[in-house]
């Protein structure tokens, strides 16, 4: 059954029409094809308008939707030879950070990615996407393990941001975050990560400090949620649609900013609307970013990405 968002219910009404219609049919065999067409044009032509001036909020949730295709569902997509790797060698494996090493169009590559689950089991296993210590200290070995055998790097980010429980930081939550970001800067390999739905602070940058990074039309990224801001400055979580405004979060505004290399255009509606035509698109664009990235070497792609960071270190702060 297709999940409907809030601003999404004049569609549903329309969609739901339509099926009854269907169902008509097939009960009956009355011909109302002529009318399903109509209705099923003006059901386009209402997703059409609505999707062209989404707010930053609606964006939000957009990039929250439980049917947008996952980590593991792009890396399934797209890398053949999938052999995931486990744990940190400290202390346990997180399932929140996947990774592994697999073929990507004939190429070796090294993969990391947060998975949030799509359904109730699997988001429970993956945490929702919420990588503990172990999570970021699994991706370093990774990347540290893709540098060694000269393997480029591709990351697919998905989560609201690090896990905030006190576990997590008893365990030094910060501390490996901040060396999976070193990492990925000292990495003497080309690196392009994407962001696929939400991109949540240091949790997503952790996994995204890259050479080429870019963001599919309706994912967000930011150094905190709409809700988290708006308890902040308004101590009230109900200004998160204001809050979502002001934190300039959406791929276009990022992009405007120079603070994402690239945005990839989604199917109608939504990547959710047609995960196949999403996989593709982010599929070819990781592959053209990339390309061009094989013929430098590991001192020049290490220097240009950490100005790179550092530019946009400068750039948020002013």
């Known amino acids: 059954m297709r999940h409907f968002l809030d601003f999404e219910k004049p569609i549903a009404e329309l969609e739901g029409k ?17 009318e399903v067409a109509k209705l099923r044009d003006k059901a386009q032509a209402l997703l059409r308008s609505t999707y062209a001036k989404l707010t930053p909020w609606q964006k939000t949730l957009v990039a929250r939707h439980p049917d947008r295709p ?12 999938w052999t995931p ?17 697999g073929r990507f169009r004939g190429r070796a590559v090294a993969v990391l990615g947060t998975e949030k689950g799509s359904d ?7 945490n929702f996407g919420m990588a503990r210590p172990e999570g970021y200290r699994k991706a370093r070995r990774i990347i540290e393990l893709a540098g060694r055998f000269g393997l480029p790097i ?22 490996a975050i901040a060396r999976s970001i070193e990492a990925c800067l000292d990495a003497p390999v080309p690196f392009v990560a994407t962001i696929i739905g939400e991109g949540g602070s240091g949790g997503a940058i952790a996994l995204a400090a890259a050479d080429r990074v870019l963001m599919l039309e309706h ?33 276009e505004d990022l992009r405007r900013l120079n603070l994402v290399d690239a945005v990839v255009p989604e199917p109608m509606g939504g990547a959710h609307r047609d995960p196949a035509a999403a996989l593709a698109a982010v599929g070819n664009k990781v592959w053209d970013s990339l390309e061009p990235l094989l013929a430098l070497d590991g001192a020049t792609l290490r220097a ?11 750039h948020s702060v002013a």
Not at 70 to 81: G, M, Q, T
């Open 304 to 314: 240009r990405r950490r100005e790179k960071f550092l530019e946009m270190g400068r």
């Open 154 to 175: 591709l990351s697919f980010v998905d989560t609201a941001g690090a896990f905030p429980g006190i576990e997590a930081e008893a365990r030094g939550q910060a501390e």
């Open 18 to 34: 339509i099926e009854e219609l269907r169902r008509t049919t097939d009960a009956g065999g009355i011909d109302v094809a002529e």
């Open 219 to 251: 994912s967000i990224y930011s150094v905190i949620s709409p809700e988290g801001c708006a308890s902040i400055l308004w101590r009230d979580a109900a200004q998160a649609a204001t809050a979502a405004e002001a934190l300039k979060l959406t791929a």
């Open 120 to 126: 109730t089991e699997s988001r429970v296993l993956h």
């Open 70 to 81: 996952k980590c593991l569902d792009y890396i399934r997509a797209h890398i053949e030879e």
């Open 85 to 101: 790797l486990a744990g940190d060698r400290a202390f346990a494996d997180d399932a929140a950070v996947v990774g592994g090493l």
